[in-house]
């Protein structure tokens, strides 16, 4: 079974940055699509960010737009999110997956597919 294990989440005040980082166990999902999700204390987990198996497709949910950048490494089996101008909305638990992109009002977005890991504690403090 493959395993996602994400890090790089913390405290910090609105407006700063943090670079998350999801780590697959198996070469193979160089070959996925991917992107983050996130599920915030009473709230359904939602879409971020997804990112095609080349890099060269991606997609953000509104509310992130302009702010975080996803990205991947597939020779380190890793994929990235790059968290700017946080603010306290953003504050939730953090996970990857894997999946199917799909495409809707020309955005992409991604269909999960794999078991979801412990995620990463983003909080942002106003």
């Known amino acids: 079974q493959v395993q996602l294990v994400e890090s790089g989440g913390g405290l910090v005040q609105a407006g700063e940055s943090l670079r998350l980082s999801c780590r697959a166990s198996?070469?193979?999902?160089?070959?996925?699509?991917m992107g983050w999700f996130r599920q915030a204390p009473g709230k359904e987990r939602e879409f971020v960010a997804a990112i095609s198996w080349s890099g060269g497709s991606t997609g953000y949910a509104d509310s992130v737009k302009g702010r975080f950048t996803i990205s991947r490494d597939n020779a380190k089996n890793t994929v990235y999110l790059q968290m700017n101008s946080l603010k306290p909305e953003d504050t939730a638990v953090y996970y990857c997956?894997?999946?199917?992109?799909?495409?809707?009002?020309?955005?992409?977005?991604?269909?999960?597919?794999?078991?979801w890991g412990q995620g990463t504690q983003v909080t942002v403090s106003s």
């Open positions: 997956n894997f999946g199917q992109l799909t495409r809707y009002s020309g955005t992409y977005s991604l269909v999960p597919s794999g078991s």
């Open positions: 198996e070469r193979t999902l160089s070959s996925a699509a």
